[in-house]
């Protein structure tokens, strides 16, 4: 029975982590009874109701962008997922959450106290970007200077640490639900073929890429004319689609150049030699390694586990909690 756990509560996932394993992954998504309020599903059984539930039941996201945009349903949540993996233990965890690193304090005393009102003995909050450069593997104490770029769903986190902490950061909207979005919209100008955000996801997944492949992949989308209002199918290639996410592509670059500008010149001479290391869904994208090397000239890593850096992050500060304390945020 874990005492310690850390959690990633995300706009798409929630993770929790012990130690350096993955205990606990499912979406962030609560079913609702609207008649009287109650909890129907959470998790992988409440998103499978997302668009297809009736009028008396919701299925809702409750984390917008990081950050809770529900919190009486946030806090439902947690509760059924810590209740999972403490399998009803009599003893309450210590718990170890990430957030964003550009939230209020009014944020930050949401977060904790979600936690606490779902059962954890204690809160500790660590930043985002620190939790995935810990579950990347960087050792973030060191007098050294490093790169992370979370690129998650809705916001990429750029950060340089260095000395267990924070020395500059920025976060830019534009993340995987971007390229999603950039998709939807030049199917819809190009061939006037409107789609669904999962069909826009699944065609990013397949055939999307940052620089050109050695063989361009085509793929078959099934989508609604939008002139006609009838189903249509429309074959497109991985060129094409990596001209729709250029722009998106472009402002991830951009940020990072902008924290490189801030960054003291010390650190950024680390980082010529350390490198940038990517976490996030977002990281996954073909390609993208090579192509913010082509435009920034530093090396680029992809860490091992993207979509898990900030939950393996997060498991390994609860685990060594006394050890981390100088890392937390706000205490
Ligand atoms: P968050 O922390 O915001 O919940 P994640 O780090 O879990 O986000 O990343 C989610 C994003 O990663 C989504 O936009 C998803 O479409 C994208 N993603 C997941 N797998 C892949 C893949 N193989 N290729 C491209 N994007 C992916
Ligand atoms: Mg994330």
Partial sequence: MPLEIGIDLGTANTTICQKETVILSEPSVVAINEVDGSVVAVGSEAKEMLGRTHKNLCAITPVKEGVIANFDTTVSMLKAFIKKVTK??????????????????????????????A?????????????????????????????????????????????????????????????????IGYMKRKYNLSLGTITAEEVKIQI???????????????GRDSVSGLPKNVSVNSAEIREAISESLEIIIEGIKSVLEKTPPELAADIYETGIVLSGGGATLRGLGMLINKNIDIP???????????????????????????IFVGD
């Fill in 119 to 183: 059962g954890a003995k204690e809160v500790f909050l660590i930043e985002e970007p620190m939790a995935a450069a810990i579950g990347a593997g960087i050792e973030v104490a060191r007098p050294i200077g490093s790169m992370i770029v979370d690129i998650g769903g809705g916001v990429t986190e750029i950060a340089v640490i260095s000395l267990g902490g924070i020395v500059v950061s920025n976060s830019v909207k534009a993340a995987g639900n971007s390229f999603d979005e950039d998709i």
């Fill in 300 to 326: 680029v890593y992809i860490a091992e586990e993207p979509l898990n850096c900030v939950a393996l992050g997060t498991g390994r500060a609860a685990s060594e909690i006394k050890k981390m304390k100088g």
């Fill in 88 to 117: 009803n233990s009599f003893f309450r965890p210590r718990v170890v959450m990430a957030i964003p690193a550009c939230v209020s304090e009014v944020e930050k005393r949401a977060i904790r106290e979600a936690g606490i009102a």
């Fill in 208 to 222: 999307g890429s940052a620089c050109p492949l050695k063989d361009e992949i085509t793929m078959e989308v099934h």
